[in-house]
């Protein structure tokens, strides 16, 4: 609580910030998030004034700024978050999940060869999107029981795709820190493996490079059980971050995924076909497969193709859709080979 005009409470706090920045306190990293309100009349309710610093300290949090004045506008937004942390205990508790799959296409043939297992809640597929509330599941703690979810949802999808004659298709489903670091995590998957009887060739698990920062050692290993059971890993997102060079060098990926960012103004940025250039005859050099991510038009799709790329994934094929709707994909493609 600040007793002033704004300008020069404003400048307190940036002047604490500045302090802890530069900092360096046992190698730790200080960066407090500041929520700050005015005493606007002689005698204030603390009690009030304390509930508004803690709202506004929250919302700060997640601010660029570090810092935050409280406003009423504040108190709404923190309703709607709190609104959605229960909407979203609640939809883990039902299981209110449903699983889209995006088609992985071979880029010489333009054929699906798999697909990426995507989660969406249900009922708010286009309202509450993952990039929203899979961040949020961490936060809570929810995401290895979602994450459970999606694999067995995911399983059964493929019990049906092979029992209808797709027994080839390759899926890919993303993992977390979270799952990846339960204890039980690799007697999980022998476990529902040997339930649903799946194939672990034909399973990919995608992980991101943030992923690998938390326990590097412990990762490693379990991406070595899992792949002598012959499961298949992909890294994700790649070129996004500083040490991916570094993780292929040390793990055992079967796949790379590059990030949307390289493609996306590919025809306009020389640079980023220069990378993607280097980097694909790299990962084909250690024997590993190309997906290209976020192909939107037929530029961009022969330019992937162009470079060496195996796979593609995107909106110029086909978005995330639901069960149905990739199998009658997969069927349409099925009789169209035994047409021709």
Known sequence: ???????????????????????????LDLQPS?????????NPNYEILMRELEFASHIANHSSNHYLFYTKDIYHVLEDELALEASLKSAAHKNEWTIYFQPKIDLLTNQIIGAEALLRWKGNETRI???????????LGLISQIGRYVIQSTFESIVQLQNIGFSQLKISINLSAQQLMDSDFIDYI????ETYCINPDCIIFEITESVLIHNMDK??????DLKKRGFRFSLDDFGTGYSSLAYLSRLSFDELKFDRAFIRDIQHEEKNLIILEHMTKMAHSLGLNIVTEGIEDETQYYIARNLGCNYYQGYYYSRPIPFKNFLELLQAQANQTKIV
């Not at 022998?190 to 493996?193: C, E, L, R, S, V």
């Open 1 to 27: 609580m600040y007793k002033s005009v704004p300008d020069d409470c404003e400048s307190f706090i940036k002047d604490i910030l500045s302090v802890c920045e530069k900092a360096n306190l046992h190698h």
């Open 34 to 42: 500041i929520g700050a309100t005015y005493i606007t009349t002689s």
């Open 129 to 139: 999107t993952p990039d929203v509330f899979i961040p949020l599941a961490e936060k």
């Open 190 to 193: 022998d476990g529902i493996a």
């Open 219 to 224: 990762i490693e290993k379990i991406i070595a």
